[in-house]
Structures are given as structure tokens and as C-alpha cells.
């Protein structure tokens, strides 16, 4: 890869989620030479991905271009790039345009979807944890309602207007929620021929309560409001298997053509690392970031567990801890290059939040936990000063407030077909012969 | 397909541009079923669809669900499906979702790309008649850039770098205008690791002129701004082939790996016409719209040829005359269900205007005739009340105000990777034992 080499130590950073992303800004690029490497060339802001695949908003509002973030940044390089593993005996990142060598290497992959071991539910199932993931969910949840208009059947038209959601965390909550809102004031304007009545709404938890990483306050109201909305929580529900029809599970088996995964997450661990630096598919770091067995190599984000008295398993995988924990390191290393000490790092959690519906949503912040309407605005408030400018805020703004106040969406476009994967077949044997291109 | 059948006449419409959105606008549906098809859910705004090409607005600006703008409408349906051909005999539309039986038909098809037969145009360059096309578009020059990082070779480089756009009309010089403002204000911040002086962007045109629809007076001026961005303007010059590398023509031969085509455009004609009715590619229709030939099939806009004395080739493929020739049909379809004559189409030409980037555009209206900053503003204002919804209008308007404010765009984002097409390959036999899916 043809990145310069100058006179300072070059940090590698994978990954721009929100940890790579913090800590590319606040890294001293007088101190350090520092390549980005991410597959692709925008940042997601992931919080809001559920409202992209409920036609609630549009790409472009979520998802911010990273050389745009990096504008003017010295002896800061960003390569568009998958990387395809790392070999620390010579210190070197193989990608595919190419190899790279590093002086310190800072692994924010992020996570992504587990299916433990599923693989129908793999092949079958709709995941949301990219922006062409949203995207496609959009599409197909239209694409169903488009589709229901053309079956005679009552159970393939029931079927397609069934969206079975399995976890009930932040994700699929707000999911649920946005679907139960698309049914209440959307769909039946859009479909009149169909009898939108029909439509289910199903979230599915194995554990006994919707939003776990919340107080028992937040879960109760949550799942009454998503009750309230008209959606079918099953608590304690595991779900065993899916063939793309039928979902399977120790309660009842629900017929949908539309599962959504959001049951399960792992570290996105890149291959190269020491065996036993790995475990439970998260990067075992130190209190300085150290990945484990390795010298020069930090982890950060969800993908690396750091094993603190407070947080015996690691932290919780969310946004505000990777974006603390990128800032942290940055300040370390630019700590470091003065000669001073590297700090352990301390997380501060300054509330978790999660919106269910129109005036409807939880809100913890330490002992201060509320719900309903006021959470609902400070639920909006923070998301949008979270975005990353000016124009994005307008822009959500716009979009929220017309949503609210005509009970409207603004993007419900079918812009890619997204086709189904067919059911299993037979081993065959062809003979083509291909035609000249 | 399963409409309902009801005791008024049935019009089925085919396509949503603006001959068939306007016209279902203003048929009245107290006298007739009307039945609207399109392959896709959504109207697009075309004379904006080179902004999405370049970065400068999403496409849920510039496109608007179909059911949203009928909501409420009676005996109204739509359904989204691609017609495969009509049956004049038994007055039946077969499309892939089932047969339709009408009582008049309305061909509201609009237009597709034409290549003038050329095989390997067709296959390597990237039109723009779509917003799927606009998309892949925006993508593949994000890309080229992304790729001319990772390329040794100098002549590679230069070939991603160079941008040679084919026809000179409104599209063509409004998107040579907006690729020379990236070059001007985005890309050298975007990719200080590339020598951005090196872009090249051509514009290629037959004729001797540019927007050879509008005044002699446009033509002048919209040049003299496009070679002042640094256009390089080839008039008089013809495109003989394209082999994703190379493109011939009748001077010099430049290298390209990026050829945008909007050079030629023929009317998306349905099969099962009448040959007769069928002339250089549009459908030749009276001044009532009735396709010749046939009773009862009307066509409008892009995909019809009225021949009138002032119009002796029909009139220009513009978003107006299908708009006028939409609502005009309208209105002597809801005549005749009153039992009053039909009135013949007269077009008013408002004018045409067309932006060539900052302060930078022209308009021609009837006598009227200027250019500069004030027909700039004139064109934003028009365009802005144009869009179909104050959402649309007030998002355009923040990006446009940001991009002028800030000399910055919105939406550099590669969403989807574009694969080019392969160089021609020789035939292969090939056995090979397909998995178990």
C-alpha cells in the first residue's frame, strides 16, 4: 500500500466505528502517523440504523463520509480496504490492496451478527447491523405488503405480513416499535386493499425481560408500551430454528417469511491474533488496551473484553463505551509519545435511553430513571446532538418533525429488490456452456 | 391480478413519470377505475437525478412513493410490476404479476437509453435514466477515486481520474458542471494524497453546440461557463465505440474507465403495437393521444410522437410536455365521461433553464432570454417548487444552503460497490457440481 514513510511511528487503525472514529480524532498527528483502513467509506451511526430500515429516514442521514470527518488532518491517511488478517512476527497488516506495516496496530472492528451455530437461521434471516442491511430490510418489508396484494393464498399473504423480531434488546424494541407505528399510520393509507389488521408484530427473548441492559423500571414500561402498541412479546421463548417459512421455538412456531436477527452479537476478531488472546469471540485486553499475549496491539470497542472488578465479563458492547474508550487510548499514546504514564481507563456511563413509539420511550440515567413523553424528547434531543454536523441534525430534524406532525414517513422507496434465498435443493450436476461476454 | 371489478370503466396506466403521475392526478375517479402500474414504488424527479450522480442530494429527495401521493384516492389502485406485453385483441395487459383486461389503456412508458446499436457502449458505459443508475453512478466515481489510491501505474491512474460524459444536453452539461465543482471544492480535500489537477472531465457532442434545445444565447453562455469550470467541450465530435477503456471517436481517442452515456434516448414502446403504429422508436399518436392503429390505447410523453404543424417531429422529450400531456389527457378523458368532445393537446412552453454549477446557469424564457447568478437562484427557486412535498422541498433546501454556505456536499457515499464488467472472454465449457444450498 503506498502510504508514505516518514519520521514518526505509524499507528494502523481497522476499523471506523465509533471507537476508531474517537480515537483518529483525538490521536496527535504531530506525534504519530496514523492509516484508517475500513471497508467502507462513511462512518455509521448505529443508534438510529432501525429507523433507515423503518423508512423513518434516509441513509445519507446516518451514515457520514469518512474523509469529510478527517478533512485537513495531518499525517492522516484513510484507505478504503478489507483487511484479511495481521502477522505480528513482522508487525504487518495484509489487506486487500495490498500490506502494510505498523508500529502500533489499533483493532476497532466492532461486532458482528452471531448466530450461534444457526445456519438455517443464517441463510434465512434478515440481520441489521450494516447500512446495507437496513437498507435491504427496508426493502423487503415493502416489498412484502407489494407482494401480499398478489397472492391468493390467506396463509402466504399472512405470512409475508408477519415480522417475527428475535431479542428484545435496544434494536429490536425500537424495531418493533417502528414497525407497530408503520402499521397504525402508514400501511393502511398505503395498502387499502389489504386488511393491514392483519398484520403481527412478534419480538422474541429467551432471558425474562425486553431490554435487559436496562433498570426493571425501563423494562416493564417498555414492554408495556410495546403491548399497548400491539405487539407480541414472548418472554422466555427460544428460538431453535427458521427455514425461511416457519419459525421454531420451545413455545409456539410462528409462520413468517420475514425473521429479524437481533438476538446476537460477537467481536469481530481479525485472524492473525495469538489463540489464546481470543475468547468467546472477544479480544482479551489489559487495562491499557494490550491485547493479550501481543506487544503493540490494542482492542477497543466491541470487540475487545477488558476484564474489570466492576465489569467482570467486560464492558457492555454500546456505542458510548467504544467512542470512550477511543478517545481514552488516544490520549494514552499521545501521553506515551511525551513520556508520560498510560492511564487505566474508567468507564462512565451516562445513561442508556431507547424509544419505543410516538411519545413512548425509557430513559436511565443513574438513579434518575422516567418514561413516557419527556423521555421521549430527551430521547431526541441527545440523538440529535449526537449526530455528527450541522447538516444531518437539520436534516433528522426536518424528517422527525414533518413524521410527527403528519403522521408520515418520508422513504418508503423500494430502491433495490432484495431476493429471498431459495429453498434447499438437491446436489445437481450442469454442464454450461457460457457464452461469450 | 386481483382488482376489483366495479361498474365504471377501467384505465390501466402504465408508468409513473410525469405523464402518468399527472395524470392520475387528475382523472376523475367518481367516472372510471384506474389501475397504475410501474416496476417501481416510487416517482422520480429526473431533471435532479445528476445531483444524486454527484453527491449533492439522497434519493429520497428526489423520489416519492407512489402510494403516498394517492392515498385516498378512489377506485384507485396500484400495483408494481413490470408488463411484459398488451393484447389490443382482447384488450388485456400481461404483466408478471397476472393478466389485466382495460377498457383504454395508457401508455405513459417514458423512455430508455439508447445506444444507437452499439454493442460495447451499451455494455461499459454507465447511463443515468434511472435512480438505481444514478446511484451506481455516484458510486463508481467515489470508487475510481478510492482505486486511483492504490494504482502504481500512472496511465491507470489518469484513466480513473478522467470523466468523459457523451452528449451535450441538459443532463450532460449539468452533471460536467457538478463533476467540475467536486473537482474544484470536494476532492482536493477528500484525497490530499492525489494529485486532483490531474482530472480530467470531457464532454462530448455531435452537434456544434451545447443544449442544443434551448437559444443560441444559452448555448453560448452555458459553454463559456463549462470551459471557465475547466470543462474540456469537444463539439462536432462523434463517439464511434467503447471498450471500458478506450473511447474512439472521429478526433482524438481518450482513455476512460468511466463513459457516462446521455447521449441518445428512444421511447420504452410495449410489445403488442401494431407495427404500423410504432415510428423510429416512439409510438405515433393523434392529437387526441390515440395511438394510431388502435382504439382505445392513448400514449404520452417521452414514448409518444404527436406530429403537429409547429412540432412536425413531435415535441422534445421534456418532464413538461409529459407533465402537460398527463393532465391534458386527464381532463378530456373526464370530458367524455360527460359526454363532451375531446379538446386537442396544445403546449405551453414555459421555458427551459439548466444549472452548469455555483451562480452558473441559464434560462430561456420565451423572449426572455439570461444568465448568471440571478438565472441560478431562478433555477433553484423553480426546482424547489417543483419537488412534489414540503419534506422534500425543505431537506433540498438545507443541503443546497449547506452546500453553497459551506462549499461542501452531503453524500460522498459508496453505499453499494459497483463491479465494471469484465473484458470479452472467450466461450468455456464448464461442469460444475453445485452445492447443496
Known sequence: MDIPKIDLPRIVVIGCGFAGLNFCKKINSQQYQVVLLDKNNYHTFQPLMYQVASSGLEADSIVYPIRKVFTGKKHFHFRMTEVQYIDPSIKTVHTSIGDLPYDYLVMATGAANNFFGM???EKHAFPMKSLVEALDLRSIILQNFEQALNTESVKERESLMNFVIVGAGATGVELAGALAELKKYILP????DLDIRKMQIHVIEATDKVLGNMSENAAQKSEKFLKKMGVNVWLNTRVAD????????????????TLIWTAGVKGNV????????????????????????HQAIF???????????????????????????GTHLAKNLNRLAKGQNMLPFKYKDKGTMATIGRNLAVVDMGKIKF????????WMFVH?????????????????AWSYLRYDKGTRLIVRRVERKKPAKKKVLQVAALEEE
Chains 1, 2 share one sequence.
Not at 371 to 378: K, M, P, R, T, V
Open 384 to 400: 440529535l446532538m449526537l449526530l455528527v454536523d450541522f447538516r444531518s441534525r437539520l436534516v433528522v430534524f426536518v424528517n422527525w
Open 242 to 257: 427458521y427455514d425461511g417459512e416457519i419459525v421454531t421455538t420451545d413455545k409456539e412456531n410462528l409462520h413468517t417469511r
Open 189 to 192: 393509507k398505503d395498502y387499502p
Open 299 to 325: 482492542a477497543l470497542g466491541d470487540v475487545a473484553r477488558m476484564r474489570l472488578e466492576n465489569y467482570p465479563e467486560g464492558h457492555p458492547m454500546l456505542a458510548s463505551v467504544a467512542g470512550q474508550q
Open 270 to 293: 481479525v485472524n492473525g491474533l495469538d489463540a489464546s488472546a481470543v475468547q468467546r469471540n472477544r479480544v482479551e485486553v489489559n487495562e491499557q488496551y494490550e491485547v493479550k499475549g
Open 371 to 378: 418514561a413516557g413523553l419527556f423521555a421521549w424528547f430527551a
Open 119 to 121: 445456519d438455517n437461521m
